[in-house]
């Protein structure tokens, strides 16, 4: 029997876990994976190595029609300030409806794929299988993000941290075009007492709950 495409959407706020999350799941079932956050960084990126001005509209909407979702590599787009350049063209209408085609076209390939992200459930892929909305408190994530911070020999306030973190959230929720929250029909996944083991099993249960039915 062949089991028909297998689609996951995982949605949530910035350190609540769902990209390790994403990232797992898609190996224990064989999809592919795309954090599409990476997506807009990699848009701001160009933007940065062509000398265009952040909020250049054109000339970002022409970077994410031409972006290659194959070839996002994190280590280069996870920069700080290819982040905060993000922030800027991820709020563009024209860049969100060519990204948000080319992930579509992402999961519509081969087996299915996991997608991460903060619009996945509710506009990426609003029909998908298994839509996961993963949170935790803004206090808790911000000692994870301070805690990769400081693994990596990088130097941070946990106040300045949280801090971010608030602003942050506030703006992926408050956008006009699609804002950051969970589909009505996502699992709520909680991970402010849990560790990844606990979290990832709890995923699991809902994705093979689902290749039951």
Known sequence: MIRPRLTIAIDGPAASGKGTLARRIAATYGLAHLDTGLSYRAVAKALIDAGAALDDEAAARRAAEVLDLSALDAGILSDHVIGEAAS???????????????????AETGKGAVLDGRDIGTVVLPDADVKLYVTASAERRAERRHAEILSKGGDARLEDVLEDLKRRDARDMGRADSPLKPAADAHLLDTSEMDIETAFQAACDLVDRHRAE
């Open 88 to 106: 800027k063209v991820a709020v563009m209408v024209p860049v969100r409806q060519a990204l948000v085609a080319a992930q579509r076209r992402f």
